[in-house]
C-alpha cells in the first residue's frame, strides 16, 4: 500500500474512533449548569469567552456553574485558576463537550460538535461591529471548504450576540442564521467602560512597561496573500511626532493577527517597540493603550467606546478591497483619520482634534445604534441562568 493511502486509510480511522467516542459520550446525561468556553480554536484565554466566564466567577458562587475552557496547550494556562481546564481532541474534552448544558464560542465549530437535543449554543462571534465584509457578504472571497462549515455551525446556533443595531442587520442578512440575537452589548467591552486603574497597573506588570510611558498600539488585520509590505511603519519617527502632539515618552506594541504572529520578526525592528502577538486579550491591550492604529479591523469600534485617538492606516486600500474584502462603510463615512502612507499617517496625528473626534465618535455611535453600556456580561449571564435552571427572567433578576 503507498505512503497516501495508508494516510487516507488512517485519517478514516481516526474519523470513524473520534465519532464512536462522541456518540457514547452523547448517550450521558447532560449536566444541567456545565459551560464549556473556547476561544479562538483553544488558542487563548481571552475575546468574549473570557468576560463572561470571569463575571461568572466574580458573581455568583463557586458551585453555582461549572465552568469548563477547552486549550491546546494546558501547561500555559496553568495561571488560571477557578475554572477546570481540558486539553483539545482528548477523550475529557470530548466528554466534557458531550455533557455541557451551554457551549459558548467566538468561532466556527466543525461536525465534532455534534449538538445534542438539550444543549444551548451561544455564538458571541467578535466585536461590537466590523468594517470587512463577513460570511454571506463575502462569500466569493471565502474558502468554499469555510462556507460550508459556517452554514451547518449556523444551524447549531441558539443565540448570537450583537453589540449595536448594524450589527443585527449583518446577521440578519449574512450569518445564515435566523434565530435569537441577543442586543445587549457585547461582553468583551464591558472592561473598556470600567476606569481600570488597578487594572492597567496590572497588565503594565505583566508586559514590563514602565509606569511612565504611554502606549501606542498597533493591531493590523492580515491579507490573503500575507504581503508583509503593507505592515511597513517607521515605528521611531511615529514615537517623536506622538511625543510632539501628545507629550509624555511613548512605547509601541505590535500585535499582529494570529496568522501573521510568526513574521513578526519580519515587520518588527525598531528599538522601543514590543510585540505582543502572543498576548492572548486584546481587550486588556485596548485598554491599557493611549492610541490605537489599525486598517480594517473591528478593534477600531470597541476602541471607540474609550474616545481614545483611534487612526487608520490602509496603504493598500484599492487592492484590499478589490481582492480581499469589500467594506461596510466608505472610510470618509467612520469618525477615524485615515492615512495612506507613513507621511499623511503623522500629518493627521499632529493635526488631531480631540473635541471633534469626540464629537464624530458620538455621532456614529448613535447612527449604528449601539447597544454598549458594559452591562453585557450581566445582561446575558442572566440569560444562561434561565437556561441551565429553567428559570424566568423575573425569578433571575430576584435572586440576583
Known sequence: MIRGEEKQMMSLLKKLVTNLIIYIFCCLPIKHNKIIFFSYYGSQYGGTPKYISQYIQKNYPSDRFDVVWVFYDLSSKQYLKGVRKV????????????????????????????????????????????????????????????????????????????????????????????????????????????????????????????????????????????????????????????????GGEWIILVKLHPHLASKSSEIISDRNVMDVSSFDDIQELLLIANVLLTDYSSLMFDFSITNKPCFLFVPDIKEYTSQDRGLYFELKDLPFNTSINQTNLEEEIREFDHDKYKRDIENFLNRVGSFENGKASEQLVKRIEEVCFKKTRSEVDEAV
Not at 437535543?117 to 466590523?130: A, D, M
Open 87 to 246: 486539553r483539545t481532541m482528548s477523550l475529557k474534552y470530548f466528554y466534557e463537550l458531550c455533557t455541557a448544558k451551554v457551549v459558548i464560542t467566538n468561532y466556527r465549530t466543525t461536525e465534532l460538535f455534534k449538538k445534542r437535543k438539550n444543549q444551548y449554543y451561544i455564538q458571541t462571534w467578535h466585536s461590537s461591529l466590523r468594517l470587512k465584509q463577513i460570511e454571506k457578504d463575502a462569500e466569493k472571497t471565502l474558502p468554499a471548504h469555510y462556507i460550508r462549515m459556517a452554514k451547518k455551525d449556523s444551524l447549531k446556533c441558539d443565540l448570537l450576540l450583537a453589540g449595536c443595531k448594524y450589527s443585527t442587520e449583518i446577521f440578519n442578512r449574512a450569518f445564515w442564521y435566523n434565530g435569537e440575537i441577543f442586543e445587549h452589548g457585547t461582553p468583551g467591552n464591558d472592561l473598556l467602560f470600567e476606569s481600570g486603574e488597578d487594572n492597567k497597573r496590572e497588565i503594565y506588570e505583566r508586559l514590563n512597561i514602565p509606569k511612565h510611558k504611554k502606549v501606542f498600539l498597533h493591531a493590523p488585520t492580515f491579507r490573503k496573500g500575507n504581503n508583509l509590505d503593507v505592515y511597513d511603519v517607521n515605528y521611531e519617527s511615529l514615537a517623536r511626532t506622538l511625543a510632539s502632539k501628545f
